[in-house]
């Protein structure tokens, strides 16, 4: 299994492959019409990919911001300004290649890639997605708060905030 940085060549196989993930667990919960665009967001510190011979397995980006409630939340639990989180993001594992380590090892490279930036990792996930919570608490993320996203009045989305346990400081991160 080899990590590396995601190129514009993957970006169909990590559509396909986002497409696969949103039937089987409803992931994104709000599907854009645009995967491609989703993917490779413009605000992006960067992005990794997990291949295999088979090709593409797994997929997770680094960006900038999130909801300005789950940045509000992760801020004032490390007492670090918005503009010191780094974003873990968009990580997608195939179905058929879950429980080998290819989301540890996504989670891990966007981590670290954060902290050598000087940034604070973290991430939003809503309450639902039950693995994904598993595998960010496996991995020793600590969970800072919840909040609940407002679309409209019949529209909202729960979700948790974590904490990285990887810090540009080299301690590790407090319990929230």
């Known amino acids: 299994m080899a990590v590396r940085a995601r190129t514009d060549a993957d970006l169909d196989a990590c559509v396909e492959m986002a497409m696969l993930v949103h039937e089987r667990d409803g992931y994104p ?6 995967l491609r665009s989703f993917l490779a967001s ?9 291949e295999e011979a088979d090709g593409v397995l797994g997929h997770v980006a680094l960006h900038r ?3 300005a409630a789950a940045l509000a939340v992760a801020a ?15 990580l997608l594992v195939a ?3 879950r429980r080998r380590g290819v989301g540890r090892a996504l989670l891990d490279v966007a981590s670290r890639d954060a902290v050598a930036r000087g940034l604070w990792p973290i991430l939003d996930v809503a309450t639902h997605y ?22 409209t009045d019949e529209v909202t989305l729960d979700e948790h905030i974590y904490l990285g346990p990887l810090r540009p400081d080299g301690d590790s991160t407090p319990s929230a």
């Not at 919960?29 to 645009?34: E, H, I, K, R, Y």
């Not at 010191?84 to 993001?89: P, T």
């Open 29 to 34: 919960a709000f599907l854009p019409t645009d």
């Open 42 to 50: 413009p605000d992006a510190f960067g992005a990794w990919v997990v």
């Open 65 to 67: 911001r999130t909801s």
């Open 76 to 90: 004032t639990a490390l007492q670090q300004p918005v503009d010191r989180l780094g974003v873990v993001a968009r």
């Open 95 to 97: 179905p058929w290649a």
């Open 130 to 151: 039950h693995g994904a919570v598993r595998l960010y608490e496996d991995c020793g993320w600590t969970r800072a708060g919840d909040i609940t996203l407002r679309f």
